[in-house]
């Protein structure tokens, strides 16, 4: 009943810019944390990004600088702002919400975007 939509991966040239959004839709009463994770082959996946419904935003160090996640709590939406880019950023990135569903009190699930490529090239 619900679910996570991602858009604005793509690929970008090392030192570009690209801004990944990710809206919440469905059956939901509230909405926690919401985040960005990363995987790469043989990898397992990683925080990149973390923003609470109030609280202090969390980065993985070797992004802190470079990225900038944001929400719009109206909307469901999660952003995160990518600049300066490199290589190893590449790998597919993933939206994460912990959400209360309606019917559901005392209740929260995390749900995952369905993933969007991003390739840095050098």
């Known amino acids: 009943q619900v679910q996570l939509v991602e858009s604005g991966g793509g690929l970008v040239q090392a030192g570009g810019s690209l801004r990944l959004s990710c809206t919440a839709s469905?059956?939901?009463?509230?909405?926690?944390?919401m985040g960005w994770y990363r995987q790469t082959p043989g990898e397992q996946r990683e925080m990149v990004a973390q923003?609470?419904?109030?609280?202090?935003?969390n980065y993985l160090d070797s992004v802190r600088g470079r990225f900038t996640i944001s929400r719009d709590n109206v909307k469901n939406t999660v952003y995160l702002q990518m600049n300066s880019l490199k290589p190893e950023d590449t790998a597919v990135y993933y939206c994460?919400?912990?959400?209360?569903?309606?019917?559901?009190?005392?209740?929260?699930?995390?749900?995952w975007g369905q993933g969007t490529q991003v390739t840095v090239s050098s």
């Open positions: 994460n919400a912990h959400v209360r569903p309606l019917g559901y009190p005392g209740v929260t699930s995390a749900y």
């Open positions: 923003i609470p419904s109030d609280g202090q935003t």
């Open positions: 469905g059956s939901i009463y509230s909405i926690g944390t």
